[in-house]
């Protein structure tokens, strides 16, 4: 792999990283829009508003950038950038297509996605003890606690499509895909899909940053370019955990069409995946913190067993 | 590489949670010193496995392994810290000395009897 | 992981420590950013701080690990000690209500005792290390450590003790659930402040859910944290 | 028959056809809205057809109409008749921060000169600037929409339907006439 290789994946990363998530903010503006019976922005760019996004940048540059007098100031300042950096190096090793049509393929793909994406938590944790503020705080541990609790299920499932595969590495487990596989991996689907919202503290698994009682969590004391760093973390984080579902459990570049355009079939797939996610936020309201919790320990993870005593009978009989 | 370079981190490593675990007061702070310390012995452990090139890799396996462990003692000592944070409400083990014997109960000696404890516990 | 295969093809002429191989730099440079941020990750007064300074520690030993390919063992030392413990480690930091800024109890009085025994820990160690190891070259060949190498070993000659772990982190997770229940009237309840002067701790928490029980009793009622 | 999780299915069939249906939004200052036909917006004024009555501004409930007039003295049209005089409009002004739109000042308008215009966006930023002379009130006079067809059904309007009555008694009674010129016509013959 030659330098200018690699710094072309590099850049195409990158790029996918910073047009990717605000597509899907856009889209996410308008689809919650019509699922309430509004237009949405409509003003900005023109037609139907679709630089809304660019402008709502231009304005998050525009402000001042505050820093509370009582905050941990380094620490404060550095936490959106470790929110965000982790879903950047994840996109790094998805593959799109067939033929190494991927940022960088990993040996250990899998483990190193889900190590990398548990990083992005201490982003929250040091902007709510950070930010000097009580809600901040509260905001912080209840990330912490969800995210300790939704780990463990989103690691089993995953870890049953491992065991199908027989392979850590993504375009491995791509490799092996054949299109029964999303029957027998449905329940591991549901978990993964499910413990991924709540990592990304998406409605309904919204209780770290419920604006209703604790402000906006961990996030409540930022303004300006940082709180947009937070907000372009968790539509990233949309983003990976879409490509992820759709990598793991829906085939990814598998489909109806000659393997050349199976970059189009991962794309289709995430954008899907994306809309579920937006589709959830609008449906469903906030769970309560212990609802949260019993829902990670008392269905997601037997249910993650499950699937794994599936495919491990089904693997054992086709074997 | 040199199997000189990791080893001396590691002893480094080492000295340093060594340190931490000697000098802190905060039980949190002792139990992240534990883990340096382990730390220091996975690295150790890491690279004489590459430096034998063990058909078994004892090594990795054992830091593997180790890592598991450390999970599960960091689970462990912050439920114990939690639950004295709680009934005593301060996480300082320089005044957790109510199992020393009272007559012995100099204030030097206060910080290495719980140091034992949470080795113990650990 | 060219680049270390061709690190370990080099002949024993070039194995000096005047001229080392690019792998050797980045491990020191990596090493020396490792040490640092453990050093003030056990010196810093401030809590929190230290607990980020461990991160950066743990993950540069992460870096480390992929430097001697050993590159399974590497995301899993970053999934379960950056995911997990330095996390857990952060709740028990807040829990247990870490100020933002210096907190001056954070060392105890026998620092000059501990960086003794430290220095003194580290010169031996050092010197051994030194003495011992000095010729020695590791020879990193590609592959030591990917995933189909490391499930080998682990399922064919330590799946027992691998079984035995399970049933460990089974105990550490029933044992962790037990020790934070807080059982009906049994554990008293969580109270911030300072601790009752003389009194034994046995009686403790009996003393404590007595005075939740009566809180017309005479002793004033426990504050909740 | 109540299976487990159709209740959180139903909530997604809900959003889902709530998107693809029309929105509800009204994209007003793009988009004029549809108005009902006799929107009561704001009251124009046919200046032709006042003559300085004062009605309007007499009934109003709270005051709110201004208007100001002289006299003219028109020379006399022939020469024996006398000069007449006339009342000529110098100021018509309504003061919309008042105006409750009862429409009473419509209502009693003996000569049609005022008339509900749909027009509404005639909002000002100073409230003195609310109370609208007349050249703006003859403007929106462009704005009031022919009056709504009668219904085929409705009875007819008063005048139109005596002036029928009328002209049906006529013709009923040219007929008899004729009828009966018919009739004498031969009775007369006989005897002559």
Excluded at chain 1, 30 to 39: E, I, S
Excluded at chain 3, 87 to 107: E, H, W
Excluded at chain 3, 161 to 188: C, N
Aim: hydrophobic share 55%; glycine share 8%; charged share 15%.
């Amino acid at each position: 792999m030659s330098l200018l290789d690699t710094l072309l994946r590099c850049v195409a990363v990158v790029v996918v990283f910073l047009t990717f998530p605000l597509i899907i903010g856009q889209t996410e503006h308008k689809v919650m829009a019509h699922m309430q019976g509004r237009l949405g922005p409509m003003y900005a760019g023109g037609f139907h508003g679709w630089a809304q996004l660019v402008a709502d940048g231009v304005k998050f540059a525009q402000k001042e950038d505050v820093v509370p007098l009582d905050a941990d100031r380094r620490v404060f300042q550095l936490a959106p950038a470790v929110a965000l950096l982790p879903y950047m190096l994840v996109l790094l090793v998805i593959p799109v297509g067939p033929e190494g049509f991927v940022g960088q393929a990993v040996d250990a793909g899998l483990i190193f996605v889900l190590a990398v994406m548990g990083i992005g938590v201490l982003g929250s944790l040091m902007a709510g003890w950070a930010s000097a503020n009580k809600f901040s705080l509260l905001g912080g541990l209840r990330t912490a606690a969800q995210l300790m609790s939704y780990e463990l299920p989103m690691l089993l499932a995953a870890a049953s499509v491992a065991m199908a595969a027989g392979t850590l590495s993504l375009p491995g487990i791509l490799g092996a895909f054949h299109w029964w596989w999303v029957p027998w991996q449905l329940i591991g689907a549901f978990v993964f899909f499910t413990a991924g919202l709540a990592e990304l503290q998406r409605p309904p698994f919204d209780m770290p940053v419920a604006d209703s009682e604790i402000i906006f969590g961990a996030y409540t004391e930022y303004t300006g370019l940082r709180f947009a760093f937070f907000l372009l973390s968790e539509y990233a984080g949309i983003l990976v955990i879409s490509a992820l579902t759709a990598v793991l459990f829906l085939g990814g570049w598998h489909g109806p069409m000659p393997e050349s355009l199976g970059w189009l079939w991962t794309l289709l797939k995430t954008f899907a995946l994306a809309f579920v996610v937006i589709w959830l936020r609008v449906t469903y309201p906030r769970l309560r913190e212990d609802q949260l919790m019993r829902f990670a320990w008392t269905c997601l993870i037997p249910l993650a067993l499950l699937q794994l005593a599936i495919t491990g009978v089904v693997k054992v009989a086709i074997s | 590489m040199h199997l000189v370079y990791p080893a001396v981190l590691a002893a480094l490593l080492f000295s340093v949670g060594v340190y931490g675990v000697l000098a802190r007061r905060n039980v949190v702070l002792v139990l992240m010193s534990v883990e340096l310390m382990l730390n220091a012995v996975n690295l150790n452990l890491v690279a004489f496995d590459a430096w034998l090139r063990d058909s078994l890799h004892a090594g990795q396996a054992l830091t593997l392994f180790t890592i598991t462990v450390a999970a599960a003692e960091i689970g462990l000592g912050l439920a114990i810290v939690l639950l004295v944070f709680r009934t005593r409400g301060t996480a300082d083990i320089d005044r957790l000395t109510a199992l020393g014997d009272p007559n012995e109960d100099a204030p030097e000696s206060a910080p290495e009897a719980a140091v034992q404890n949470d080795r113990a516990v650990a | 992981m060219s680049l270390l295969a061709a690190a370990g093809s080099l002949d024993p002429a070039a194995r000096s420590f005047l001229s080392p191989t690019g792998v050797e730099i980045v491990f020191l440079l990596v090493g020396l950013a490792v040490l640092g941020s453990a050093v003030i990750s056990v010196t810093t007064r401030q809590l929190v701080h230290a607990a980020l300074w461990l991160v950066v520690a743990l993950g540069g030993l992460a870096i480390e690990f992929l430097l001697l390919t050993a590159e399974f063992v590497a995301w899993v030392q970053v999934l379960i000690y950056l995911g997990s413990v330095v996390v857990l480690v952060l709740f028990g930091l807040m829990l247990t209500k870490a100020p933002i800024g210096r907190s001056p109890d954070a060392n105890s009085g026998n620092r000059w005792v501990a960086l003794g025994v430290a220095l003194a820990a580290a010169g031996t160690l050092v010197t051994l290390v030194v003495d011992a190891f000095r010729t020695s070259w590791v020879d990193l060949g590609a592959g030591g450590g990917s995933t189909r190498v490391t499930g080998e070993y682990l399922f064919r000659y330590w799946v027992l003790p691998f079984e035995a772990l399970s049933v460990l982190l089974l105990a550490a997770l029933v044992g962790a659930i037990v020790l934070s229940r807080t059982g009906k009237g049994r554990v008293p309840k969580p109270r911030a402040g300072k601790l009752r002067a003389g009194k034994p701790v046995g009686t403790n928490g009996r003393a404590a859910s007595a005075t939740t029980a009566r809180p017309t009793a005479s002793t004033p009622p426990v504050q909740e944290s | 028959m109540n299976i487990p999780g159709s209740g959180l299915a139903k909530g997604l069939a809900v959003t889902l056809r709530t998107m693809t249906k029309r929105s509800v939004t009204a994209q007003y200052p793009e988009v004029q809205p549809e108005l009902p036909p006799r929107t009561r917006g704001v009251i124009a004024l046919l200046e032709e057809n006042c003559t300085v009555c004062m009605l309007c501004a007499r009934e109003c409930p709270d005051w709110c109409i201004y208007i100001d007039s002289h006299k003219e003295t028109l020379p006399a049209a022939e020469p024996n008749a006398r000069a007449r005089t006339r009342n000529v409009l110098d100021r018509f002004a309504i003061d919309f921060s008042l105006c409750m739109y009862c429409g009473i000042c419509i209502e009693v308008c003996p000569f049609d000169a005022l008339f509900w215009s749909p027009e509404f966006e005639y909002a000002e930023t100073d409230i003195l600037e609310l109370t609208h002379e007349r050249d703006r009130l003859r403007e929106w006079m462009w704005t009031v929409p022919p009056p709504p067809a009668l219904d085929p059904a409705a009875e007819d309007p008063k005048e139109i339907a005596m002036a029928r009555k009328a002209a049906d008694k006529l013709a009923a009674a040219a007929e008899a006439a004729a009828a009966e010129a018919v009739a004498a016509g031969p009775a007369g013959g006989e005897p002559a």
